[in-house]
């Protein structure tokens, strides 16, 4: 239990802890708003700080672990640091202080209201991803799952109208419908077999189930968690763009959808096993050859549905959909060189797609457009918005010098080093679909005359601010990449020694 514990162990808790207190204390701020995002910025300086801190903790090759209850034996809530867990907290922390400084512009920018339920709900949100990364094991995975589709619900809504409404139910009734219908029950049969859920070292159903049984388990596990936009349980990710352009961000690139990425590989990696799938599906595909398939469906589908998109943000989800089933892919390959390529995409897809999403806020709070189709000319007049929409676009596409490139090569090696032709084609045609979806944005705002005057100027500078970090990030990381790799090359199913190219 809790007795005893550690230094090192104490700062997962306070990851935990300190988002949450912060949407304590944040009501009673309500009429001060300058107080209150001060304590919103403070709280998300504070957990970034101990997530670094978690990282010495981690590059030292600590490994701390704590348990806080037990509901019965092998059924435990607890918390354990993982390489890949690491570099979740890592990119969750720091856009949560960039995405608040943002907000802060865009919500006062907007004039809207309940932007205290909204700074709460954020918090809210930020300590069950928190929650997420740092599972150790499956049922702490759920608990936390779940409480991300809560939290995330009245952002959702937030602007209370049918519209967002309508959007909210779509949103909560498929994440909660998959996953209690889905992944609860795949969780306690694997748990009733085996007689645990502890993520461990080449996964724990090793000869506890047949070929098909393993197949049925893995779909009710990667279709249950809905987070992951696998098709056909997209729909909710449309839906959710009736938000506010802050929780859009934190949708697609901070939490919801990269903690169903995560969760996915979480499965893949430490409760079925990279070795033990493998050699399941040898002997019959319908153990998990039949996942690769449907995530490269999603990747062309969801592209060529985002070339027909003329709202900004709707086109942006569809790309979401195909960029996180880029991951699900690395997963899905069984391959080292894949897998590192899943998770570095994580990394790359959160700072490019958050830069996208500023980008559209920052449009709709200085002129109100929405639609692709009213960009001609922006360019001139928001200079600095649509330069950091150019590189958040060419991290989607995968070209360097931006981190996006990194991921799709390795993802693309990994798919030459398995033999899987389909997924080769379906890498190399979604990139030039996220060309034809995102580059005439580009084009067209700086290169083609305004259909009318263009009487405004740029957004408010928290706005700038942010949307300025992370497409700088992009850059950075490409350049910076070694520690990500590394972390990315301890995940356990890597189990050959490896000479990244």
């Known amino acids: 239990m809790i007795e005893g514990l550690s230094a ?20 009673f ?17 504070a957990l970034l700080f101990v997530v670094i801190q978690l990282l010495d903790v981690f590059n030292t090759g600590s490994r701390p672990y704590v348990e806080l209850w037990q509901m019965m034996p092998q059924f435990n809530f607890a918390f354990a640091l993982r390489p890949l867990g690491m570099i979740f907290a890592l990119v ?39 929650g997420v990364a740092f599972s150790a094991n499956l049922f702490t995975l759920f ?13 959702v809504t937030h602007k209370g109208n049918n519209n967002a409404m309508l959007g909210g139910r779509v949103y909560l009734g498929t994440l909660m419908g998959a996953s209690l219908g889905m992944f609860l029950p795949a969780m306690l049969i694997i748990w009733h077999v085996t007689g645990t859920l502890d993520f461990a070292r080449g996964g724990i159903i090793q000869g506890q189930f047949t070929p098909l049984q393993t197949g049925l388990l ?40 990269k903690a169903g990425v995560f969760s996915i590989v979480m499965v893949i990696v430490y409760i079925f096993g990279f070795e033990s799938l493998i050699e399941i599906t040898i002997s019959d595909w319908r153990a998990s050859a039949w996942l690769p398939y449907v995530a490269c469906f999603t990747i062309v589908m969801s592209s060529l549905i985002a070339l027909r998109q003329d709202n900004l943000k709707r086109r942006l989800a569809y790309s979401t959909i195909g960029q996180l089933s880029y991951i699900i892919l690395g997963a899905a390959l069984l391959a080292p060189l894949s897998l590192v390529g899943a998770v570095m995409h994580i990394v790359a897809h959160a700072f490019g797609k958050i830069t996208l999403f500023f980008a559209a806020g920052a449009i709709y709070t200085a002129s109100h457009k929405t ?131």
């Not at 090192?8 to 009501?27: C, T």
């Not at 400084?101 to 930020?126: D, H, S, W």
């Not at 608990?143 to 952002?155: F, I, K, N």
């Not at 150019?390 to 798919?415: H, S």
Request: overall charge neutral.
């Open 143 to 155: 608990v936390c799952y779940e409480a991300l589709s809560l939290s995330t619900y009245p952002l």
């Open 371 to 501: 639609n692709v189709s009213e960009l001609n000319g922006i360019g001139r007049a928001m200079p600095w918005t649509m330069g950091a929409f150019t590189l958040g676009t060419l991290c989607m596409i995968g070209v360097p010098p931006t981190v996006g490139f990194i991921g799709k090569w390795y993802l693309l090696m990994g798919a030459v080093d398995t033999g899987h032709y389909v997924a080769i084609a379906a890498l190399i045609l979604s990139t030039f679909l996220n060309a034809s979806y995102l580059l005439p944005i580009v084009h067209a705002a700086f290169f083609k005359k305004p259909d009318s005057p263009l009487t405004h100027g740029e957004a408010p500078k928290p706005i700038l601010w942010a949307l300025s970090l992370t497409s700088l990030a992009t850059l950075v990381l490409f350049f910076y990449s070694d520690g990500l790799l590394q972390i990315a090359c301890e995940i356990p199913s890597l189990w050959e020694p490896m000479h990244l190219l």
């Open 8 to 27: 090192n162990a104490s700062l997962m808790i306070f990851a935990l802890i300190i988002p949450l207190f912060g949407a304590f204390l944040l009501p």
């Open 92 to 130: 969750a922390s720091s856009l949560w202080l960039i995405t608040t400084i943002y907000a802060i512009g865009y919500m006062r920018g907007n004039n809207e209201t309940g932007q205290t339920r909204f700074y709460v709900c954020f918090a809210l949100a930020i300590t069950a991803t928190m």
């Open 29 to 45: 701020f309500s009429r001060q708003p300058y107080l209150r995002e001060t304590v919103s910025i403070t709280t998300a300086l």
């Open 218 to 257: 893995l779909a009710m596990l990667v279709f249950g968690i809905a987070k992951g936009a696998l098709m056909p349980m997209h729909r909710w990710l449309p839906a959710a763009m009736v938000a506010p352009t802050p929780v859009s961000a934190l949708l697609h690139a901070v939490a919801v959808v």
